[in-house]
């Protein structure tokens, strides 16, 4: 039986533009109890996603806000603000989110935003990481989870997992192994913040009180 004294969960928000199967994973982890959140609405900037689809089989409200029905990323920003202001929301997750967010977004949710990116940061910002890290000869690659500020690809890490690169490896290939660590170490990472271990501060991010390292906590 619940009880009815408990502190209710923290509220998510997932932010996605496709597949979803990071969105998938936290769903997961929800309800297999890793994650002490619940996921209050999932926003897709483009309509007919998979990632949609799978949120909605969920039961979790879904919304599209096409950012081609507006005129500046400041006025496609702002309908985010108003749309998570809906859902008194505590943690905004970008799970393969692919707009650059201005200082609109993100400056309301500064220190209560999350994105993962498929690389070892600070190595590859941007686009076309696995095969960056293929064409420099990297002995491996990754994804870092890190808060989200003003410049792109770039705020605190959080957390880091590693992915040996194989001989035979191609983009694909090493994106998918990528993908499998992606999906558990992105739903720590919003565990430690529901834990309330985890903050950004003015000189980065820290985990129990404790400066997180320039590369993110190594994973596992
Ligand atoms: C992931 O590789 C993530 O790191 C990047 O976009 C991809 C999203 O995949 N930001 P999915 O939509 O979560 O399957």
Redesign the pocket.
């Known amino acids: 039986m619940s009880d009815p004294q408990a502190t209710p969960p923290g509220n998510i928000a997932i932010l ?10 936290f769903i997961d982890a929800c309800e297999a109890g890793h994650l002490e959140a619940r996921i209050s609405i999932v926003i897709s900037n483009k309509p007919d996603v ?2 949609l689809r799978r949120a909605a089989a969920a039961g979790i409200a879904t919304r599209c806000i096409d950012h081609r029905d507006y005129d500046s990323r400041e006025v496609f920003d702002a309908a985010l603000v108003s749309a998570l202001q809906e859902h008194a929301i505590d943690l905004v997750i ?5 707009r650059i967010l201005t200082p609109v977004f993100i400056e309301p949710f500064l220190g209560r935003l999350l ?4 690389s070892l940061l600070p190595k590859y910002p941007g686009l076309h ?1 696995h095969q960056r890290a293929l064409g420099a000869r990297d002995s491996e690659g990754g ?1 870092t989870v890190h808060f989200v500020t003003p410049e792109l690809d770039s705020g605190p890490p959080i957390i880091q997992a590693r992915v040996p690169i194989r001989d035979d490896d191609t983009a694909e290939k090493l ?1 998918a192994r ?2 499998v660590e ?2 558990k170490i992105y739903p720590l990472a919003a565990q430690w913040y529901m834990q309330n271990r985890l903050q950004l501060s003015n000189t980065g991010a820290t985990l129990d009180g404790q400066a997180i390292p320039e590369s993110g906590i190594q994973y596992p």
């Open positions: 996605i533009s496709g597949t979803g199967s990071n969105m998938q994973a998979e990632g970008l799970a393969g989110f692919m994105n993962i990116h498929p990481t994804a994106a990528v993908l992606e999906h």
